[in-house]
């Protein structure tokens, strides 16, 4: 039997039909899927883009606000809003005028401008740390942070959550199998063993938490407040609190990774559960869409980073290099932008609209589960929401993952898909942003009850 419930036969049936009216609908996408092959590796400008529940890849015309438009005319609702990286809407106004602003006065020097400094102030009031840096993705962030954490405690050893993802970063690589680490799945050019230095438990586990960061060589817990990347796990109440008391305990840091959780309060989890952390990371969203990472840090850890960084340099007598950095960081494209996205866009107002959409489509996913008594569930965390396919939601990663059924989920994704509707790709995440509307989420609710109601009927 599978997770979810339903025949995979069943599913079968039904995702050949959506397959065949995909090609049918979509000529020009087809076409410039076939004209790819002949340059694009994969038939893509990255590999993954071929991963998506279409026979071919669908291609974009335009977006803006919670809408995008295909190469063949079609208009989309877009509850993925690019995995968050537009989760303010596309192209949001005050971000367009940034870039056409900036985009004539130079975009990037390898120097500082005052928006820099604008940028830090309003962070540092915004999510509580005193000190920032500005890197060209989250991946980015995570892995300074990570170097940083090393230095200043002078240990190794990295932990995270079993099903964590925060980027291409190799450290973090890495799952909880039968209480041991293992490197994960499907890694390609794997050279080194990722388990020498990293080490991963189940999220939720206090017990393991606590052995983990005994051992005394952890440099720090790099985590999200709630995991969102193998579905969503929300942590027991207390749990974030119990990992920075930990944490502390046994001299390890706390890195919060807020880059899909920012979705919940305009301070992110940090500030609306007081979770204090030693390191914060933000990336995609931060500048409305435009390449941009962000982390801060303690005055305590900024203090730290400064006596390793002076011996570091006394170490190589002035003529070494921190293993951070990138060219493009923080270039003047990146920072007015991410000034006018947080001035204008990333504001108060746009959280009290996302916030009671989310609910609206949780509650309405919930509705469609009891109408199909369905033994499938919906898990909330802000302007997010996901059905997955467990009748409650999961506690750990291993459980999410369980939960898992890729056919059905490419399935539905596709026929929604094929009638204008797009949600995050594999698993069941929504996105609500400041453009969507009451309406489109109503009309995500139709559709996928008429999908569900179509599945059903097929014999299993
Ligand atoms: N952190 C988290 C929590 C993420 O979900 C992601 C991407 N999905 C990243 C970091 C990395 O972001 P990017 O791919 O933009 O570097």
Not at 324 to 336: C, D, E, F, I, V
Request: hydrophobic share 40%.
């Amino acid at each position: 039997m599978t997770a979810s419930g339903i025949s995979q036969a069943a599913v079968e049936t039904f995702a050949a039909r959506e397959r065949t009216r995909f090609i049918e609908r979509n000529p020009t996408s087809v076409a410039l899927a076939e004209r790819a092959r002949n340059s694009l590796y994969a038939g893509v400008p990255m590999h993954w883009m071929a991963d998506w529940s279409t026979p071919c890849p669908l291609f974009v015309e335009r977006a803006k606000g919670a809408r995008f438009y295909d190469v063949d005319g079609h208009e989309y609702i877009d509850f993925c809003l690019g995995d968050t990286g537009t989760m303010f809407g596309h192209s949001p106004d005050p971000v367009a005028r940034a870039i056409a602003e900036q985009a004539g006065n130079g975009l990037t020097t390898m120097l500082p401008g005052e928006d820099a400094v604008v940028c830090g102030e309003l962070l540092a009031a915004r999510f509580g740390l005193p000190y920032w840096q500005v890197t060209a993705t989250a991946t980015d962030s995570n892995r300074y942070v990570l170097r940083w954490a090393r230095a200043v405690t002078g240990r190794k050893t990295l932990l995270v959550f079993d099903g964590c993802y925060h980027g291409t970063v190799d450290d973090v690589m890495v799952r909880s199998r039968d209480g041991r680490t293992v490197h994960r799945s499907g890694l390609v050019g794997q050279a080194y063993d990722l388990t020498q230095y990293s080490r991963a438990i189940p999220f939720n586990d206090v017990e393991a938490l606590e052995a983990a960061l005994a051992q005394g060589d952890v440099c720090a817990l790099l985590c999200e407040p709630a995991m969102t990347n193998i579905g969503m796990v929300l942590p027991d109440p207390g749990f974030m609190q119990t990992c920075r008391e930990l944490t502390r305990k046994y001299g390890s840091l706390l890195i919060i990774d807020e880059t899909h959780t920012i979705s919940t309060d305009i301070g992110g989890c940090t500030r609306l559960w007081n979770l204090d952390p030693d390191f914060f990371v933000v990336g995609k969203p931060i500048a409305g869409g435009v390449p941009c990472g962000i982390f801060g840090c303690s005055a305590e850890m900024a203090e730290r980073m400064a006596a390793s960084r002076r011996q570091a340099q006394e170490d190589s007598h002035g003529h070494g290099h921190s293993g951070m950095g990138t060219t493009l960081s923080a270039n003047a494209l990146a920072m007015h932008c991410m000034r006018a996205n947080l001035e204008e866009v990333m504001t108060q107002a746009a959280y009290d609209h996302m916030l009671p959409l989310a609910k609206r489509l949780a509650d309405g996913f919930r509705r469609l589960i009891a109408q199909h008594d369905l033994k499938w569930s919906v898990t909330e965390l802000g302007a997010r929401s996901e059905f997955q396919f467990c009748p409650v939601s999961p506690r750990t990663g291993a459980e999410a993952e369980a939960a898992f059924h890729d056919e059905l989920q490419m399935a539905l994704h596709l026929y929604l898909i094929n009638r204008g509707i797009l949600i995050t790709p594999f698993h069941n995440m929504t996105l609500c942003c400041p453009a969507t509307s009451e309406a489109d989420v109503d009309q995500l609710i139709a559709t996928l009850d008429q999908a569900i109601t179509e599945l059903l009927a097929i014999p299993g």
